[in-house]
């Protein structure tokens, strides 16, 4: 019913900035929460920020500074922007909303993840 696509990842030198976006499709009333998640090799999915639909924000303390979570309610569409990246920010990052669907049901939908690398 909901689908997110994910875009903007790829491979930058330490320093450097990225902007991945993900835009919902399908379905959709209204969408709540939006954020965005990272998940390194060998360790746990980790939340790196989220923003509300009032657009009140929530950052991981390892980003807060150098990353910027932004959204555009008119597309459906959350932002990440990434500056001053780190190689210990490599990880695949995933998008996650909070939908609430046309037939009043509230799904968690996630994306299917873009890759980000840091890297000299």
């Known amino acids: 019913q909901v689908q997110l696509v994910e875009s903007g990842g790829g491979l930058v030198q330490p320093g450097g900035s990225l902007r991945p976006s993900c835009a919902a499709s399908?379905?959709?009333?209204?969408?709540?929460?939006m954020g965005w998640y990272r998940q390194a090799p060998g360790k746990q999915r980790e939340l790196v920020a989220s923003?509300?639909?009032?657009?009140?924000?929530n950052y991981a303390d390892s980003v807060k500074g150098r990353f910027t979570i932004s959204r555009d309610n008119a597309n459906n569409t959350v932002y990440l922007q990434m500056n001053s990246l780190k190689p210990e920010d490599t990880a695949a990052y995933y998008c996650?909303?909070?939908?609430?669907?046309?037939?009043?049901?509230?799904?968690?939908?996630w994306g299917q993840g873009t890759l980000v690398t840091v890297s000299s």
């Open positions: 399908g379905s959709i009333y209204s969408i709540y929460r």
């Open positions: 996650n909303m909070g939908v609430v669907t046309r037939s009043g049901r509230y799904l968690e939908v």
């Open positions: 923003i509300n639909s009032g657009g009140s924000t």
